[in-house]
């Protein structure tokens, strides 16, 4: 993930990029659209509060609970293909 990043993949890789699961090359791709692309810089936030709300409530996360959330949060991040 070099260079420039789409909508849709800085989508499917922001839950990794919250989990500290992505490579740096990957971060720093991430955080380079993340820069420039105020719809997935929300889509980012939105992810982060519902995390840490979810560990303020101390429950277990549900992760397909957690992405079907998501990803209607993060439906506007559909900005361009
Ligand atoms: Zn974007």
Same mark, same amino acid.
């Given at each position: 993930?070099?260079?420039?990043?789409?909508?849709?993949?800085?989508?499917?890789?922001?839950?990794?990029?919250?989990?500290? *699961?992505?490579?740096?090359?990957?971060?720093? @791709?991430?955080?380079?659209? %993340?820069?420039?692309?105020? !719809?997935?810089?929300? /889509?980012?936030?939105?992810?982060?509060?519902?995390?840490?709300?979810?560990?303020? *409530?101390?429950?277990?996360?549900?992760?397909? @609970?957690?992405?079907?959330? %998501?990803?209607?949060?993060? !439906?506007?991040?559909? /900005?361009?293909?």
């Amino acid at each position: 993930m070099i260079g420039q990043v789409a909508c849709r993949q800085a989508e499917q890789a922001l839950q990794s990029y919250v989990d500290r *699961a992505l490579s740096d090359d990957d971060v720093a @791709a991430i955080e380079r659209h %993340l820069a420039g692309c105020q !719809a997935c810089a929300r /889509c980012y936030r939105l992810e982060r509060q519902i995390r840490d709300g979810l560990r303020k *409530a101390g429950d277990e996360p549900c992760p397909e @609970a957690l992405k079907t959330r %998501l990803r209607n949060l993060c !439906a506007e991040c559909d /900005c361009e293909e």
